[in-house]
DNA sequence: CTAGGGTTAG
């Protein structure tokens, strides 16, 4: 037993003194009840086991001490029960402690006291020492050693070792069991050591621990599905577990969520309660993802009620699930249930905090909600945000478009020691391409302390949205140089930067280098293909892509009917629409404004009116300020402007400057003065510093030839500091785009470009055009007006167009405004006399002129 | 004394 002449661990550790007065009787009842005689070793003993096990380590080490001041010097078994006590507590600070007793003890340590420390240090995180006590164990290594060794090195991203460590152990003749088997199986679980894992498994075939033992069977299914990727072995080898528990329903079901198979999980899901398994808080939590993927509003809500009957709706982790389901499900963007769940937890995390935060920001985008929600977690005090907390509030800022706002939050996040995680960092870039300053965005890209593929996809993406589809190429070839490996994310980004400058051949090279890289059949990809060569004014390229699809989503069939009511072809626009409701897929809101907006661009009432009830007929879907503003477009176009006005008066909620412009846009057409100036005012109400109100107003004006009118809103935009956007038209020749302002001259081919213009001005003029002045907003002299004409933007681009590309191909020309309607008319004559077409995509539509004739019919 | 499952993400 005991040696009595060891010192006594409380001299080498001194407590204050209030700590070192006996233990109360209270605590301690049976040894002090007679304090008298002198306390039992095996009454304290009972004592500290019992506290031990009731994981009260402190009265536990109070009795310790206790007994060593009473010289009885503490047995081994008294030290390998408490360390095991701190191990299932994780108290590693006491475990420490105890360590240290343990060595001044002079003890002779035994195996189970070595094994419960290196499984401490290891618990801890501190694979050195784990280590250094292993090494010194000498013939006292056991099978549980090896185990607890061989998983200390697979929990420390120490795969290789681990994996020695189990071939070192069969060397010295030990035979493993099923707890070195699945420690070294998840040592293996990894792409890289995936082949070793199958040589294991062999072993693993031949001992019969499969059959025998679920942990192994769990370790195997992680080695398939993650180390292999391939779910259909992993299910395999989860169908042949003779015995499954919870557990290994878990780690199935949340295999299948992770890798992209959201629907298997769930089958899966079911399949485990209708064979009488329970499901528990783990398997919530991840069946609950799955179903959050899926957006599956109605199973998320049963699975919700299962979890209240299962009385785990206060875990934090359940609820944290729940929140982010229905942030995600609920089909309106609304947060309301994913809120409610969140006030009705009793416990927060960082988790909690950060699925509702992001929640605000992603669906709906209530982001001043979400910064408020940050105020409200730093007020309570009790979580630390993590770096998920903060790309989420940086992206709440970068949708607000609130620099400062965004910069203060970044402070945060350099406060608390997380501006270095990569997700801040690409979060940041985000952030500064919101607000438009590419040159900030630029500089913390190059700031960042790690780039990787999000990095480069955050900034290749930011200067496509800013129009500079130049850079995002230049990075695209950078990547490429630098060995990362794009993903789908990369070329969806390529594709949109191509598209919304409509550089066609920037988007045909893409496309062929994502043949090359194999994404042909990736449905995003082939999605932004569709809406890429449909912007661009390729609509046949675009439909061939549709038709080559194998599996269409919504997006795809919207991306598509989208196209062709922008190129004018409402009737396969709407055919389209029809053939997709037959093949099952369900309409959303934005499929309804593409089909809306069909109507509305072939002047088709009746039809528009159809679907604008069979929305919320037929698909539930209640109509958004967007559809609305359609249905104004439709109504004003056709001239029925009283009609407009009393539709937005009948309107459920007060119309949005949207659909005012909208009216204003028709009054401008049917140059209705009187209503133009109510829609005016009406924006204005709402945004007094509108440039767009003021600038259709002036041409309404102009085009009634009332110039005080013109030059007292211009005065009045003066005042305010407002501009209006520069008309800008530009071209794609052999992959690069040239770009042409109003009166442009710094073209180096500028005096080819106006002989060009002059010539077909006097063409055309004899051919019938004449010159619609109206559409200049001076007042100036006749002739003067007409050398304006000639000088727009698009005409330049047409010019240029003529003199650089061959005869069979189109010229496509893009506007950042809508077209004028002189330019419209003019192309009109060119076509005819160059026998070109003419593809025109303004801001609002795609014209295809041909032959003298538009594909808007001049309705547009 | 040794082993297995979950949540927030650009």
């Known amino acids: 037993m005991t040696s009595l002449s060891l010192p006594s661990p409380a001299k080498l550790f001194p407590q204050p003194p209030s700590q070192r007065r006996p233990p109360s009787p209270q605590s301690l009842t049976t040894s002090t009840h007679h304090h008298k005689r002198k306390p039992k070793f095996e009454t304290l003993k009972d004592n500290l086991i019992r506290h031990a096990d009731a994981g009260d380590i402190k009265k536990a080490i109070s009795t310790l001490d206790f007994m060593a001041q009473n010289g009885l010097t503490p047995d081994l078994t008294s030290f390998s029960v408490l360390l095991k006590s701190c191990i299932r507590t994780r108290n590693f600070l006491l475990g420490k402690l105890i360590h240290s007793k343990l060595t001044d003890s002079q003890l002779e340590l035994d195996s189970i006291v070595l094994n419960s420390l290196i499984s401490l240090y290891s618990k801890n995180g501190d694979w050195f020492t784990a280590q250094t006590i292993f090494e010194t164990m000498g013939d006292k290594r056991d099978l549980v050693s090896w185990s607890a060794m061989i998983s200390c090195y697979a929990h420390s991203n120490m795969e290789l070792q ?30 890289e050591y995936a082949w070793i894992g199958m040589v294991i498994f062999g072993f693993v075939i031949k001992t019969g621990y499969f059959e025998s033992d679920v942990c192994v069977g769990c370790s195997l299914i992680d080695l398939f599905s993650k180390g292999l990727r391939d779910l259909n072995m992993a299910k395999k080898v989860f169908d042949q577990m003779p015995q499954k528990n919870s557990v290994s329903w878990t780690l199935i079901i949340t295999r299948f969520s992770q890798l992209c198979d959201p629907r298997s999980a769930i089958e899966l899901f079911l399949e485990m309660v209708l064979t009488g398994s329970v499901p528990d808080k783990f398997t919530f939590s991840s ?46 963007g609304s947060m309301n249930d994913s809120r409610k769940v969140f006030d009705r937890m009793p416990v927060h995390n960082v988790m909690s905090w950060t699925a509702i935060i992001t929640g605000y920001v992603q669906s709906g985008g209530d982001d001043r909600e979400a910064i408020q929600l940050y105020h409200m977690m730093m007020e309570e005090g009790s979580v630390k945000p993590n770096h998920f907390t903060f790309s989420a509030l940086l992206k709440a800022c970068g949708n607000l478009t609130n620099l400062e706002l965004g910069k203060i939050v970044y402070c945060h996040a350099v406060k608390f020691g997380l501006a270095y995680f990569d997700s801040v960092g690409n979060a940041l870039i985000s952030l500064y391409a919101r ?134 072809s409402a009737e396969r626009a709407l055919d389209m629409f029809n053939k997709m409701l037959s093949s099952g897929v369900k309409p959303n809101e934005v499929t309804y404004v593409a089909v809306l907006s069909a109507c509305s661009h072939a002047g088709m009432i009746d039809e528009g009116w159809k679907y604008f009830r069979s929305m919320s007929e037929y698909h539930g879907i209640s109509p958004r300020m967007e559809h609305y503003a359609c249905m104004v477009d439709l109504l004003g ?127 055309i003029k004899k051919m019938g055009y004449v010159p619609n002045t109206n559409f200049v907003l001076h007042e100036v002299e006749e002739e003067q007006k007409e050398h304006y004409l000639f000088q727009h933007s698009e005409k330049l681009a047409v010019a240029f167009g003529l003199i650089s590309t061959p005869k069979p191909k189109p010229i496509r020309i893009f506007k950042n405004l809508r077209v004028c309607g002189d330019c419209h008319s003019a192309m009109k004559y060119i076509s005819l006399a160059t026998g070109r077409e003419i593809v025109v995509r303004d801001s609002n539509r795609f014209h295809h002129i041909n032959n003298g004739l538009c594909s808007c019919n001049d309705y547009w």
């Open 287 to 332: 069946v609950l993802s799955a179903s959050s993927e899926l957006q599956w509003l109605l199973f998320g809500q049963q699975l919700h009620s299962l979890v209240v009957r299962s009385g785990l709706l206060s875990d934090v982790c359940v609820g944290c699930s729940l929140v982010d389901m229905y942030a995600k499900s609920t089909a309106d």
């Open 637 to 763: 176009r056709s001239g029925f402007l009283e009609k407009a006005v009393q539709f937005i008066k009948s309107m459920p909620f007060v119309a949005d400057a949207l659909v005012w412009r909208t009216l204003l846009g028709a009054c401008q057409v049917h140059g209705n003065v009187e209503l133009g100036k109510h829609a005016a005012e009406m924006i204005h109400e709402q945004d007094p510093n509108d440039p767009a109100a003021y600038v259709l107003l002036s041409n309404l004006y102009a085009s009634g030839g009332q110039w005080e009118k013109v030059a007292d809103i211009r005065k009045g935009m003066k005042a305010r500091n407002l501009v209006k956007e520069a008309g800008c038209s530009w071209i794609e020749t052999e992959n690069k785009v040239h770009r042409f302002y109003v009166g442009d001259t710094e073209h180096p081919q500028a005096k080819e470009i106006y002989e060009k213009l002059d010539q077909l001005a006097a063409k």
């Open 435 to 568: 607000c438009d300053k590419m040159e900030d965005a630029r500089r913390a890209f190059e700031l960042l302390f790690e780039k990787n593929l999000v990095s480069y996809n955050t900034i290749i993406d930011a200067y496509a949205k800013n129009l500079n589809s130049d850079d995002s190429f230049d990075f695209f070839s950078e990547i490429e140089d630098s060995g990362v490996r794009v993903d789908a994310f990369t070329y969806a980004s390529l594709l949109s930067g191509a598209a919304s400058v409509g550089a066609v051949g920037k988007g045909e090279q893409i496309h062929a280098r994502l043949l090359k890289a194999g994404f042909e059949s990736n449905q995003c990809i082939c999605n932004a293909l569709i809406s890429m060569y449909s912007r661009c004014g390729n609509i046949e390229a675009a439909f061939q892509v549709f038709q080559e699809m194998s599996d269409r989503n919504i997006i795809s069939w919207t991306a598509m009917i989208t196209g062709f009511a922008k190129h004018g």
């Open 162 to 191: 681990a994996i020695f460590t189990f071939f070192d152990m069969i060397e010295c003749g030990e035979h493993p069991n099923q707890f070195c088997f699945s420690a070294a199986i998840q040592a293996c679980s990894n792409v």
